[in-house]
């Protein structure tokens, strides 16, 4: 059943490789040919092999099934062969300890009968295993086949993939870090004057502006805050360019 279905198989993949090899040339041709017989010819190629190589995958199972029982079979006999070697070493074994006499013929009747055994079983075992060794030659020939596919199909473009860009304006990002942050961008100084502390009237707790010695609402002295600004900001070490 095996060399049936590796014969079959072999014959789908012969024409794959003839399919394929047309295919080949044709797309060296297609400088030169008429655009519309290049199509036609291309799809009438292509249609074919996808029909050759779903039925290499269908007769893929059929092959692996018939590989898995020839494991099972191998398994099994190699079992059995182990035990008739077994046999074949404990008789030997006896006789040198003379408990057996080369000489009786029940012995060597014995010996030569376990000896056959266990030669016939290796015969199998050979055949069973370059069966199978066959086998997986042809399947991995089957996934190279299957796997290259149609020659010609475009794969550049891979799914899953977007070709959108997604263009953000300045001022966007600008918000969006303010809202990362949490920052206002847009603040007025003089909020943050008036925000202050540091210009409360002590006497009656009126805010005056910064650069105000006296309070506006009690004449009550103030701190000197300009002289502050002053030491905070050296003016004359700023190098401004106007």
């Known amino acids: ?69 020839l494991t099972n079979q191998i398994s099994q006999k190699e079992t059995i062969f182990s035990e008739q070697s077994d046999q074949v070493d404990e008789l030997q074994i006896r006789a040198k300890l003379g408990e057996f006499n080369h000489d009786n013929d029940d012995f060597k009747n014995e010996l030569n009968q376990s000896e056959s055994d266990r030669d016939q079983t290796s015969g199998v075992l050979d055949e069973l295993r370059k069966e199978l060794n066959d086998l997986n030659g042809v399947l991995s020939d089957v996934d190279h086949a299957t796997s290259a596919g149609v020659p010609g199909i475009d794969v550049s473009v891979m799914p899953g993939v977007s070709d959108d860009v997604i263009e953000i304006e300045d001022d966007e990002l600008i918000e969006d870090v303010e809202v990362a942050a949490g920052v206002d961008l847009d603040v007025d100084i003089a909020d943050i004057s008036d925000e202050s502390d540091e210009n409360k009237c002590p006497s009656c707790g009126h805010a005056n502006p910064p650069h105000l010695v006296v309070c506006e609402e009690c004449n009550t002295e103030l701190e000197d805050l300009g002289q502050d600004l002053d030491d905070e900001f050296d003016f004359d070490d700023m190098d401004v360019d106007i």
């Open 1 to 69: 059943m095996a060399e049936v279905l590796e014969k079959k198989i072999l014959d789908l993949l012969d024409r794959r490789e003839e399919l394929v090899g047309r295919l080949n040339n044709l797309e060296t041709m297609k400088p030169e040919t008429n655009i519309r017989v290049y199509q036609k010819i291309r799809e009438d190629y292509s249609t074919k092999l996808q029909g050759v190589l779903e039925k290499i995958n269908e007769q893929r199972d059929s092959l692996e099934k018939k590989a898995k029982e």
